[in-house]
């Protein structure tokens, strides 16, 4: 998988996980904040059998089906269900404590200000 790094602040800097849904996911990555926006591109999809059996799997999230743009989702606990549905690229290496503590939300009018994601680091292996 390639990644373009000098593309990475426009979707996950300054930003909000803009659905977070206690014991499932929290989703991210969405330019607009609402869930609705992305990067004006769709990618294929890269299918992949890793089981999504415990917390701090990330996936790219999708709208579409068999093409995501630039939302993500970290699981919050083990979604069996979604195994093979959605294309797992990384997990949390470290600080899952802060993510576990990541505000409750839904997309939508009448939300609460979230707190806002000031950077993220990726680390290649």
Partial sequence: MTLFFSRVTIFFNGLTFHRVIEGF?????????????GPGYWLEEEWNDIYLDRAGLVSMAKSVYGVSGSQFFITLGPTPWLTGDFTV?????D???VV???????????????????S????EN
Avoid at 102 to 110: L, N, T, V, W
């Fill in 25 to 37: 996911v929290a989703q991210g990555g969405d330019p607009d904040g609402t869930g609705l926006g």
């Fill in 95 to 97: 600080g899952m404590d």
């Fill in 100 to 118: 576990q503590k990541i505000q409750i939300r839904e997309p939508g009018a009448g939300q609460p200000p979230a707190e806002v994601i000031e």
């Fill in 89 to 93: 690229f990384g997990r949390v290496a």
């Fill in 120 to 123: 993220i680091t990726i680390i």
